[in-house]
């Protein structure tokens, strides 16, 4: 344990709002039990969605992979318990999209049969890269949201100096009780997760924080940080402490960049319940197949926190908690401020499944009448990124989406802080998720545009190349047959040339040998005695 001396800082804005934790912290954390039916979604994490390594039909142990990943941005899932898979088709999954996603669905057997694990003996001292190979194939992602991939988060850019590690136990968001719960009763696991992480990043400043409103699990991690060198450090309890850049503001006062990561700083945040999966990946080759999901609300009489089967239906979890749900209540996945509603409770959990919150209008922030703004301020002070909403929120109604943008839009975490505090209850987030989607839709729409472009003139340019080469093919066989001509008609002269000197020479043939027929028959006429007749010649001579 290290003495706490550090010094904390303040973000901007903030809140101050009731936590209602106490419900669900009463009753320690319990099994879920096994549903007769699991849906295990193959996107559930930021990245490339798993690929489906079984067939419907297949037999599943506890554990098997059932999906890999499908690029570096991606983690594999499994089966949680063992069954049958009886199917691998498009449901829906608690999403902000609404859209369906490929899932594979098991029927249970109840047997709950391991596969086969591969414990690390003497993981303190492994190689970082078999540690972060052991994360990886565990299919672990942040626990704390995010659900970006672990692996991923523990490989920092080669150009990034990393220091200090920050372990993130600070659960703002009311009714959540999940992570509180596992540092109280597995503060262990959490420290041992730590340290691995530790390890593979080689950083020497290590900080677990979480809010002073949380005192057992606070001594719980103290005594299990003992002689660990990591600080465990209590810090103010106003919500969204609990964002990744505001809690490494809160313990370091460094401030990560727009749009930028904590990397560039020197600094890699993890959840604490990331931690303790990653301890259970390594120590005992268990990959990611459950988490503690904290079900609540006024909807419940009995609010605790289950040890959840990834991909049980919400449903499910309600039962184990005596629901009492009327047509007014609904069905948050989270908490109020940032939580995802749910259609029904038939949608499965997934990695990213935190809290289950039954919510009676009362449980639920700023649900009065939407009125005109009154451009009081108040948003604009509470802001825990020192934006402008009340701007945001007038460009984003006028779908001036240019000139939200210029307001740094994409910096809003969606804390919700802006519309808790909003005297006319307008929803203000939910504008700014809308600006968001158009933003994305359009830059989607932009990139078709783009590629449909570049298509079309990548077509024009080959149809002109190839009209092109067609002309220098005739024009080349129009002068391969030209000079095909011109050589025949040469060949056509040198025949007629040889024929003349031909005739030519059979003429000097006939009269040398008509001379040679004259004198052969004048010898002959000699030899026998007959004067020859006087020819004019003769008589000339």
């Given amino acids: 344990m290290v003495a706490t001396t550090r010094k904390l800082h303040h973000f901007h804005g903030g809140v101050h709002m009731p936590g209602h934790k106490e419900a669900s912290t009463r009753l320690p954390v319990v099994d879920a039990g096994i549903p007769g039916r699991i849906v295990i979604a193959l996107q559930q994490h930021i990245g490339a969605p798993a690929e489906p390594v079984v067939k419907v039909g297949d037999r599943v142990l506890k554990g098997q992979i059932i999906g890999r990943a499908s690029g570096y941005v991606s983690a594999?899932?499994?089966?949680?318990?063992?069954?049958?898979?009886?199917?691998?088709?498009?449901?829906?999954?608690?999403?902000?999209?609404?859209?369906?996603?490929?899932?594979?669905?098991?029927?249970?057997?109840?047997?709950?049969?391991?596969?086969?694990?591969?414990?690390?003996?003497?993981?303190?001292?492994?190689?970082?890269?078999?540690?972060?190979?052991?994360?990886?194939d565990a299919g672990i992602v942040g626990l704390g949201g995010a659900a970006f991939p672990?692996?991923?988060?523990?490989?920092?850019p080669a150009d990034a100096a990393i220091d200090t590690l920050i372990i993130n136990g600070a659960e703002c968001e009311p009714y959540i009780s999940c992570d509180d719960m596992l540092m109280r009763e597995r503060p262990e696991e959490v420290i041992q997760g730590v340290v691995i992480m530790r390890r593979i990043l080689g950083v020497r400043a290590c900080i677990v924080g979480l809010e002073d409103n949380k005192p057992e699990a606070f001594q719980a991690l103290q005594a299990a940080a003992a002689g660990t060198g990591i600080e465990v450090v209590q810090i103010p309890t106003i919500y969204p402490t609990g964002?990744?850049?505001?809690?490494?503001?809160?313990?370091?006062?460094?401030?990560?960049?727009?749009?930028?990561?904590?990397?560039?700083?020197?600094?890699?945040?993890?959840?604490?319940?990331?931690?303790?999966?990653?301890?259970?990946?390594?120590?005992?080759?268990?990959?990611?197949?459950s988490r503690i999901v904290t079900v609540t609300g006024g909807a419940v009489r009995e609010p605790r926190n289950l040890d959840t089967l990834i991909g049980t239906p919400m449903e499910h979890l309600l039962d184990r908690c005596d629901p009492h749900l009327?047509?007014?209540?609904?069905?948050?996945?989270?908490?109020?401020?940032?939580?995802?509603?749910?259609?029904?409770?038939?949608?499965?959990?997934?990695?990213?499944?935190?809290?289950?919150?039954?919510?009676?209008?009362?449980?639920?922030?700023?649900?009065?009448?939407?009125?005109?703004?009154?451009?009081?301020g108040e948003c604009t002070r509470v802001c825990p990124v020192n934006l402008l909403p009340q701007q945001m929120?007038?460009?984003?109604?006028?779908?001036?989406?240019?000139?939200?943008?210029d307001y740094n839009l994409?910096?809003?975490?969606?804390?919700?802080?802006?519309?808790?505090?909003?005297?006319?209850?307008?929803?203000?987030?939910?504008?700014?998720?809308?600006?968001?989607?158009?933003?994305?839709?359009?830059?989607?729409?932009?990139?078709?545009?783009?590629?449909?472009?570049?298509?079309?003139?990548?077509?024009?340019?080959?149809?002109?190349?190839?009209?092109?080469?067609?002309?220098?093919?005739?024009?080349?066989?129009?002068?391969?047959?030209?000079a095909k001509t011109n050589a025949g008609k040469a060949d056509a002269g040198k025949a007629a040339g040889g024929a003349k000197t031909a005739t030519d020479a059979d003429k000097q043939a006939a009269i040398q040998a008509a001379m040679e027929r004259a004198r052969a028959k004048r010898e002959a006429a000699a030899?026998?005695?007959?004067?020859?007749?006087?020819?004019?010649?003769?008589?000339?001579?």
């Fill in 76 to 136: 594999p899932v499994h089966a949680s318990t063992s069954g049958t898979v009886t199917a691998i088709e498009p449901l829906p999954v608690p999403h902000p999209s609404g859209l369906n996603i490929p899932c594979v669905v098991i029927e249970t057997d109840g047997e709950d049969r391991w596969a086969e694990l591969q414990p690390l003996e003497g993981y303190p001292e492994a190689e970082p890269d078999l540690l972060r190979a052991r994360i990886r």
């Fill in 150 to 156: 672990t692996a991923v988060k523990l490989t920092p």
């Fill in 243 to 289: 964002g990744e850049k505001q809690l490494i503001k809160v313990l370091t006062g460094k401030e990560v960049p727009s749009r930028g990561i904590p990397a560039q700083i020197g600094i890699v945040c993890q959840n604490v319940a990331t931690a303790a999966a990653v301890y259970r990946a390594v120590r005992f080759g268990e990959p990611l197949i």
């Fill in 326 to 376: 009327t047509p007014e209540d609904k069905l948050i996945m989270g908490g109020p401020m940032m939580g995802i509603p749910l259609r029904d409770g038939s949608l499965p959990t997934v990695k990213a499944t935190n809290c289950l919150l039954a919510a009676t209008p009362g449980d639920q922030p700023n649900q009065g009448q939407t009125m005109p703004c009154i451009r009081c």
């Fill in 393 to 405: 929120y007038w460009h984003a109604r006028a779908r001036e989406f240019d000139k939200i943008q």
């Fill in 410 to 482: 994409f910096d809003c975490i969606e804390c919700g802080c802006c519309s808790y505090v909003c005297p006319s209850h307008i929803p203000l987030v939910q504008y700014y998720r809308f600006a968001k989607t158009e933003i994305w839709d359009q830059e989607r729409e932009k990139k078709k545009a783009d590629l449909a472009r570049r298509r079309h003139e990548f077509k024009q340019m080959r149809i002109e190349r190839e009209k092109r080469e067609k002309a220098e093919r005739h024009k080349a066989a129009a002068a391969r047959a030209a």
């Fill in 527 to 541: 030899q026998a005695g007959a004067e020859p007749k006087q020819t004019a010649n003769d008589a000339d001579a």
